[in-house]
């Protein structure tokens, strides 16, 4: 199986702050990666796939990139509303795995 | 609207049963790959199950493979997922998810989930 190891596994960063989260995979998976975002007692939702693909409806202040086996989410200027818990996903090979998750906190 | 449903969780014995639910609107079900995935109370998030469009070829997570069984029906514009021998462990929210369809990756829509507790 495709392990996706996720960092930082938290952080606290101020409003207007830069992030960046990486996920690295234990084997090469192309441009097969997604990035969610989760919000406590909410289902997930999707922001990128492709790697570097955002969904329809998701700000441009996200973005993403890399390909092989590591990969990037950038969230450009951090907003009240993007703390959260972010994945990974990998959906190059089965079984699909997921990142252990980034929990981004208000500093 | 584009958007699913899930139902069919509850409490059930360890060993037992249970047939989770998931309807589809907005959308034709046949038309994508979907998935299961489920995320254990405080926990990240797993991928189960998936059925691509063709309804013939499953695919499921190793530590479930003999237990669960996903499943569609077309009429209904329904997915399912039979759950046998369940453990401690399969405790979890278990989300609906449209995967792939017309050429991409949606991941979308998420319904609200369906708790499920295996406990004696």
């Known amino acids: 199986d495709i392990q996706m190891t996720q960092s930082p596994s938290s952080l606290s960063a101020s409003v207007g702050d830069r992030v960046t989260i990486t996920c690295r995979a234990s084997?090469?998976?192309?441009?097969?990666l997604a990035w969610f975002q989760q919000k406590p007692g909410k289902a997930p939702k999707s922001l990128i796939y492709a790697a570097s693909n955002l969904q329809n409806g998701v700000p441009s202040k996200f973005s993403g990139s890399g390909s092989g086996t590591d990969f990037t989410l950038t969230i450009s200027s951090l907003q009240p509303e993007d703390f959260a818990t972010y994945y990974c996903?990998?959906?190059?090979?089965?079984?699909?795995?997921f990142g252990g998750g980034t929990k981004v906190e208000i500093k | 609207e584009v958007q699913v449903v899930e139902s069919g969780g509850g409490l059930v014995q360890p060993g037992g049963s249970l047939r989770l639910s998931c309807a589809a609107s907005?959308?034709?079900?046949?038309?994508?790959?979907m998935s299961w995935i489920r995320q254990a109370p405080g926990k990240g998030l797993e991928w189960v199950a998936n059925?691509?469009?063709?309804?013939?070829?499953?695919y499921y997570v190793g530590f479930v493979k003999g237990r669960f069984t996903i499943s569609r029906d077309n009429a209904k514009n329904s997915l399912y997922l039979q759950m046998d021998s369940l453990r401690a462990e399969d405790t979890a929210v278990y989300y609906c998810?449209?995967?792939?369809?017309?050429?991409?990756?949606?991941?979308?829509?998420w319904g609200q989930g369906t708790l499920v507790i295996v406990s004696s």
């Open positions: 059925m691509k469009q063709d309804g013939n070829e499953k």
């Open positions: 996903l990998q959906y190059n090979t089965y079984p699909l795995t």
């Open positions: 084997q090469g998976i192309s441009n097969y």
């Open positions: 907005g959308f034709t079900l046949s038309d994508y790959h």
């Open positions: 998810v449209r995967y792939y369809g017309s050429g991409r990756p949606w991941f979308d829509p």
